[in-house]
C-alpha cells in the first residue's frame, strides 16, 4: 500500500533533508537549487529512491503550523525563507546547537527571530 511506498523513500528523502540542512542552507536560492540538483543525481547514480525532483525540505521535514507561527511572528511568505527557518529551527535542535549566520540587510530577520 502506500504506507509500503513511502517508507522505500524513507532513506532517499531523509539523505537529502540532511544534505540541505548540513550544505545547502548557506545558499542562495539559484545556488541551492544547483545543489538540491546534484545530490538528487547522486542518490540517482546510487539507486537510492527519494519521493519527487522538486523535493524541498518543507515537504520533509516542516509541521503546517510551524510555516503559519513563523508568517504570523513577522517572516515574509517566501519558500525560501521558511526554508531557512525551517533549517535554523532543525539546527537548534541537535546537540551542535549550530545557528546560520544572519544576513539581513532589512532587518525582517532579526524581527522575526526576536518574535519568536
Known sequence: GDMNGKS???IGNMLMAASIVTHGL?????ERHQFKAQVQESLKKNNILFSA????LQSLLNNPGYAREWHSAGLPEDAYLTEAALGMQTLSTCPCARWPLLLDPHSQGATFVKAL
Open 8 to 10: 522505500s523513500l524513507l
Open 53 to 56: 525532483s522538486n523535493i524541498t
Open 26 to 30: 548557506y545558499l542562495g536560492d539559484e
